[in-house]
């Protein structure tokens, strides 16, 4: 049925683009959170840009004031469990999306900070929900030396026959009651520099080596303390973007954690690194889809200031060409980010592979928008002086954060492969 409308208007359009309308409590949330990034992230996340790494991650530093500003918010993850699930996905998306707008850093810093609390509550473990609580925690999966085979679960298809597995460098034997860990995780990983508390995801010995006989190693989930002998951190990182995301290596020698601090038994490993990741590729996704936003409003607000051939650039066709594709893209990515979200969170049967395309999708998009606002901007975005370039650099780091993009969308076609080979799109 067509509902005939009286007359023509705009389209409705809120902070979240052409959005259905929001019920009372999803506007009030999308507003809370929308000030608190204008406010609060937008303008530490641009201090933290121009302070060196180890600046951002010294005590004092202002970076720290996030977790208390953001606190404010009343934004317990609980709170989502206790809504409607297609409600507390869009809040979720909303909520992720406002974050990106107001710094990508920051709002990863956040998700990542919450994560092994997260993952202790999935494994319904309380007092490793106690061990979490207030501490700043982040998600520990890669390693010099493992970082796109981290992802390598189909031993038979994705690797070379009679090659190893690849177990990395930072790696557990399960003794008695004890977890023993040795190594370190990669420079990468988020929030490394100042966490207290880890979700580490390692390949693991329980007595009959690392490797299971189809080739896959066997691993533990661990929640551990990083204020416990044995561990000790590397320089705070220095890189191009998301610079207020402290970043660093964590060094383990001989660190003994109590087998209870597991979040899983042997046999459920690869459902809880399935879990996180998928976590980590909606974090990212609802994120960049607001990166992408902040990038099209600052060339869209440039566009009505700057003058050229004779008129504001808004009033040239090509200008609003241009606009109309960064708007379409924005659009795209949020509905490919939205979708993943409620994939991840109501199927009973997830992938990360399949949430990882998603992030694919919506970082390529994201950059695609960025890139072109920055040329809107002329000149003067190429200054330290407009925010724009410092967005261009976020964007690129996202390319490669939980997994490299090409990498990511050949393991999608892996997994064409694999659901083909057990029937799927054969109808
Ligand atoms: C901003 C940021 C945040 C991050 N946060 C975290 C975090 O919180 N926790 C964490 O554990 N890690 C984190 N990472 C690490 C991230 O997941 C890895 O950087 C990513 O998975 C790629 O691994 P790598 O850097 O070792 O690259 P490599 O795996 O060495 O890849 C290098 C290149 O080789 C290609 N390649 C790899 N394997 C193959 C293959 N089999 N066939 C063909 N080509 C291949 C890749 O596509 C890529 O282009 C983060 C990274 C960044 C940049």
Redesign the pocket.
């Known amino acids: 049925m067509i509902t005939l409308k009286p007359n023509l208007t705009l389209p409705a359009a809120g902070l979240s683009g052409f959005e259905t309308p929001l019920t009372e409590e999803e506007a009030a949330i999308q507003a809370s959170v929308h000030r608190f990034s204008k406010e609060v992230l937008r303008p530490l996340g641009r201090e933290l840009d121009r302070m060196s790494a180890e600046q951002v991650a010294a005590a004092g530093s202002p970076y720290y004031t996030v977790f208390s500003e953001f606190a404010k918010l009343g934004l317990d993850p609980a709170l989502l469990a206790d809504l409607p699930p297609e409600m507390a996905v869009r809040i979720e998306s909303l909520i992720g999306e406002e974050l990106g707008w107001g710094d990508a850093g920051l709002g990863i810093s956040l998700g990542?900070a919450a994560l092994p609390q997260m993952m202790a509550a999935g494994a319904g473990n309380a007092e490793l929900v106690e061990l979490c609580q207030g501490k700043i925690g982040?998600?520990?999966?890669?390693q010099p030396d493992r970082?796109?085979?981290?992802q390598v679960f189909d031993f038979k298809r994705d690797w070379p026959a009679g090659v190893p597995a690849n177990i990395g460098n930072l790696t557990a034997k399960v003794v008695g009651d004890e977890i023993i860990i040795n190594g370190q995780?990669?420079a990468?990983?988020?929030n490394g520099a100042v966490a207290q508390v880890a979700c580490v995801m390692m390949c693991a010995d329980y007595g009959e080596g690392f490797l299971g006989p189809d080739g896959l190693p066997h691993g533990v989930a661990v929640i551990v303390p990083l204020d416990i002998k044995g561990v000790s951190k590397g320089k705070p990182l220095e890189k191009i973007g998301?610079r207020s995301?402290p970043?660093g290596e964590v060094y383990f020698d001989n660190v003994r954690v109590p087998r209870r601090f597991a979040l899983t038994d042997q046999e459920r490993y690869y459902g809880a690194v399935s879990s996180s990741w998928s976590h980590g590729g909606t974090l990212m996704s609802q994120t960049f889809v607001g990166v992408a936003r902040a990038a099209f409003e600052l060339a869209l607000q440039y566009c009505h200031e700057r003058r050229q051939g004779g008129a504001l650039l808004i009033d040239h066709q090509m200008t609003r060409l241009r606009l109309g594709e960064m708007l379409r893209r924005v659009e795209a990515a949020r509905a490919v980010a939205r979708r993943s979200l409620a994939f991840a969170r109501l199927s009973p049967q997830t992938h990360p592979y399949a949430t990882a395309s998603a992030k694919v999708t919506v970082t390529e998009e994201a950059k695609l928008v960025v890139d072109e606002a920055f040329r809107l901007f002329g000149g003067n975005g190429t200054t330290l002086e407009y925010p724009i370039e410092k967005l261009v650099r976020d964007t690129q780091?996202a390319l490669?954060?939980?997994?490299?993009n090409?990498?990511l969308t050949?393991r999608l076609g892996l997994l064409a492969q694999q659901l083909y080979a057990e029937g799927w799109a054969q109808n």
């Open positions: 990542c982040c998600w520990m999966a890669t970082g796109s085979d981290n995780c990669s990468w990983v988020s998301q995301l970043q780091s490669i954060e939980d997994g490299e090409r990498i050949m």
